[in-house]
């Protein structure tokens, strides 16, 4: 099972305010791993917002082929931040030799690119540099974007949290947007990549749940992106179903809802934009999901989102006070980071309906 959770705030926050989100849910997941992004970073990523930080975790012959196709490729590195972790005995970690967060300046040709063409150009970087590594089993590249950094680890969330001193705030990390979950994907084989939450160009997804309708989603993904690879996680179909239609479609975000859980037939005949649902239903039909779940997701210019399945068998519920919106599986989740909020104001949303907060943490409630 999982429980999952989000930060949004108008000041930076540190991780460690996400842990304590997540572990009075601990019921919920089985602790079997801890991962996170982090957008809208401070710290000492904070003079670096506009460049692109490659997070990844690799052997040391890893990091020198990435540092070697880095440089091949004309990209200049600016800054690093390599943890030093606490190897204190006994904690519950399958630790890399390696963690490396560094950013790079872009090479030369770059102010000649579309927007576009940017964002081609450093997804087909990770995919190259993934490949690269996967390979040789030599690591694991997370993500590679400006203001993004993401951490995976297999272990219990406590301890990965005390490997990697995320219980202190020392004004290394923080950022404004975090996502979190506390669990490895245990249903199918335990891959640091099948961890949640997700990452691609700029939208970061988690899910509570599972998606019945995964081999389907998958089968007809593959044929949309180069970048719907993997598939380690029936999760993952719910990213590349928001990138594909909020990214390449360019649609509102509202149709989102109705891709993956289309209202029935007749309901759609009543409706003034009956013909754009319908051939949403015939054309996307491969994208629907099914099954419990809830996800939690992040877009490139730093909204979240929260949305239900149709039937609403996950739960998930919104609190906020004056500087944070939090979004948790779990009201004790929200009780541990904000005790004085007005709880009356909780939100709990339903299954027709997706919830976005904007940057000023306006919540808006989008009805399908």
């Not at 926050?13 to 957008?39: R, T, Y």
């Not at 190259?128 to 993500?143: D, P």
Request: with cysteine.
């Amino acid at each position: 099972m999982c429980r999952i959770g989000s930060i949004k705030s108008k000041v930076p926050v540190h991780p460690s305010k996400a842990l304590h989100l997540m572990l009075p849910q601990q019921e919920g997941h089985d602790n079997s791993g801890f991962a996170m992004v982090m957008q809208d970073l401070y710290g000492i990523f904070s003079t670096y917002k506009d460049k692109p930080l490659l997070s990844m975790a690799c052997t040391q012959k890893g990091n020198q082929m990435v540092e070697e196709y880095m440089d091949s490729h004309n990209f200049v590195q600016l800054a690093e931040w390599i943890p030093v972790p606490n190897k204190e005995p006994g904690l519950d970690i399958q630790a890399m030799p390696y963690y490396v967060f560094r950013n790079y300046d872009y090479p030369e040709h770059y102010n000649e690119l579309s927007q576009k063409e940017k964002e081609d150009m450093l997804l087909n970087t990770r995919l190259a540099l993934r490949e690269l590594l996967e390979k040789s089993g030599e690591g694991f590249v997370y993500s590679f974007w400006p203001d993004v950094l993401t951490l995976k680890e297999i272990g219990d969330p406590r301890d990965i949290a005390t490997y990697f001193h995320l219980w202190e705030d020392n004004g290394c990390l923080s950022a404004k947007n975090i996502v979190v979950q506390c669990r490895q994907n245990t249903n199918y084989d335990i891959v640091r990549y099948a961890a949640h939450p997700f990452f691609l160009q700029g939208y970061t997804l988690c899910a509570n749940g599972e998606n019945t309708f995964y081999t389907k989603n998958k089968e007809f993904q593959k044929s949309l992106h180069r970048g719907y690879i993997g598939f380690e996680s029936d999760s993952q179909c719910f990213l590349y179903t928001l990138h594909y239609v909020l990214h390449e479609l360019k649609w509102p975000i509202n149709y989102y809802k109705h891709v993956i859980t289309p209202l029935p037939f007749e309901e759609i005949e009543k409706r003034e934009d009956k013909e754009v649902l319908t051939a949403i239903r015939q054309s996307l039909a491969h994208l629907e999901i099914n099954g419990p779940n809830t996800i939690i997701a992040t877009l490139p210019d730093n909204r979240m989102i929260t949305c239900c399945d149709s039937k609403k068998l996950r739960p998930v519920v919104i609190g906020q006070d004056e500087n944070t919106v939090a979004i948790a599986s779990e009201v004790c989740g929200l009780n541990e980071i904000m005790p004085d909020r007005d709880m009356t104001k909780d939100i709990y949303p339903n299954e027709r309906e997706v919830i976005v907060i904007d940057n000023e943490l306006e919540v808006q409630r989008w009805k399908q």
